[in-house]
C-alpha cells in the first residue's frame, strides 16, 4: 500500500506569511507525529496525535505553530507569521497503534522563508 | 525528559569492515529503541529496532544491542558496502521519539 506523503515537497514563502504543510499517513495508522529536521541535525519532535487529538503537543515551538487531524487522518500543520528561523524540513511519521510502535516517514517538506 | 546522546559523529571504515555506532539515554521508562538510516535529502529509514525485553538483534548485517541497566545501545553493522554510507540516527521512546544527532558513516573503497 501507499507510505506516508506530504504536500508540498517544497515550499518557499516570505517572512511573515502563513503556510499549511499536509500530511497523509498510511491508511489505519492511528498514530500521526510532526517532526522538525534542521541541516546536520536529527529529527526534533513537534506534536503527536491519537486518532483525532494532539495527545502531546509539547514539542510545538510557539503559538504560532498549530495542527490540526480533524477526521483522524489526514493532518495539516500550519504555520503563522513565518520567520526565516521555521527554515527545516517537516517530516511526518504515522505508526500503526501509537506508544513504542515503528513509525514510518513522509519524503517531508522542505519549508523556506525568505 | 529524555536525552539521547550519539558516537560519533562522523565514522569512517573501510569497506568490508564493521562499524559501531553509539548511544545512550537518560529516561529508564523508554522501551522502544529504532535506528534509522537516512541519505541525503531523503526520509529516515527505519534498518532496525528493538525493545527493551530484548538484548540483542540482528538482520542479516545489522545488529543492535541494549543494555538497560547501562542505559545504552548500539548499532553493528559487518562486511560494510558503499550503499551503507548515510547517516544514522537512534532513537528512544516511551511514545514519541526523542532521537541522537546522527553518524555520518563514510564507506571507503
Known amino acids: 500500500g501507499a507510505g506516508v506523503s506530504q504536500t508540498p515537497s517544497n515550499k518557499v514563502t516570505e517572512k511573515g506569511k502563513y503556510v499549511e504543510l499536509r500530511c497523509d499517513p498510511i491508511?489505519?495508522?492511528?498514530?500521526l507525529y510532526w517532526y522538525r529536521q534542521s541541516l546536520g541535525q536529527g529529527p526534533e519532535f513537534l506534536i503527536y496525535f491519537q486518532g483525532t487529538g494532539a495527545a502531546d503537543d509539547s514539542g510545538l515551538p510557539n503559538d504560532r505553530f498549530f495542527a490540526v487531524r480533524p477526521e483522524g487522518s489526514v493532518s495539516t500543520l500550519k504555520i503563522q507569521r513565518t520567520e526565516r528561523g521555521d527554515s527545516a524540513v517537516y517530516l511526518c511519521?504515522?505508526?500503526?497503534?501509537?506508544?513504542?510502535?515503528?513509525?514510518?516517514f513522509g519524503p517531508g517538506t522542505r519549508l523556506t522563508v525568505l | 525528559g529524555e536525552n539521547v546522546e550519539q558516537h560519533p559523529s562522523t565514522l569512517s571504515v573501510q569497506e568490508g569492515d564493521s562499524a559501531v555506532i553509539k548511544c545512550t539515554y537518560s529516561d529508564s521508562a523508554s522501551n522502544y529503541f529504532p535506528w534509522y538510516k537516512q541519505e541525503l535529502g531523503k526520509r529516515p529509514q527505519l534498518i532496525i529496532d528493538i525493545r527493551s525485553n530484548v538484548g540483542e538483534k540482528k538482520d542479516q548485517r545489522i545488529a543492535v544491542t541494549l543494555n538497560k541497566t547501562a542505559k545504552h545501545f548500539s548499532l553493528h553493522i559487518t562486511e560494510t558496502q558503499p550503499e551503507d554510507s548515510a547517516v544514522y540516527f537512534c532513537a528512544a521512546s516511551n511514545y514519541q521519539l526523542i532521537w541522537g544527532a546522527g553518524t555520518k558513516l563514510i564507506i571507503k573503497p
Open positions: 511519521a504515522s505508526s500503526l497503534a501509537g506508544a513504542g510502535d515503528t513509525q514510518y
Open positions: 491508511s489505519g495508522h492511528t498514530a
